[in-house]
Nanobody, 124 residues
Framework: QVQLIESGGGLVQVGGSLRLSCAAS????????MGWFRQAPEKEREFVAA????????YYADSVKGRFTISRDNGKNMVFLQMNSLKPEDTGVYYC?????????????????WGKGTLVTVSS
């Protein structure tokens, strides 16, 4: 069992930046692939970014590629999402995710653990 707690969300203007953090419980953090999903108002939850166990491989949705960067610190049991050049369509609740055993997931069905989410609002 892993508990994931997101933080860092808030209100920003178009073109601004935010850094989301996810703190994970447990001692097996390095055995989990980590990721971020988001859900905009009245839309389905969608994949944003993922990172392998060692941090050597990262994956991004086309909509955020070049603007967002996912990273992790296994010594601190944390994963981060640096979001730059934010757009109104980036607005939504951002969820930290974990996959046991190491495989990354770009679909909600492939996620083993979910955080409760942190709200990001990008104003025009």
């Amino acid at each position: 069992q892993v508990q994931l707690i997101e933080s860092g969300g808030g209100l920003v203007q178009v073109g601004g930046s935010l850094r989301l953090s996810c703190a994970a419980s447990g001692s097996a953090f390095s055995s989990y692939a980590m990721g971020w999903f988001r859900q905009a108002p009245e839309k389905e939850r969608e994949f944003v970014a993922a990172i392998s166990r060692s941090g050597g491989n990262t994956y991004y949705a086309d909509s955020v590629k070049g603007r967002f960067t996912i990273s992790r610190d296994n010594g601190k049991n944390m994963v981060f999402l640096q979001m730059n050049s934010l757009k109104p369509e980036d607005t939504g609740v951002y969820y930290c995710t974990a996959n046991r055993g190491g495989p990354v997931s770009t679909t909600t069905g492939g996620v083993d653990y979910w955080g409760k989410g942190t709200l990001v609002t990008v104003s025009s």
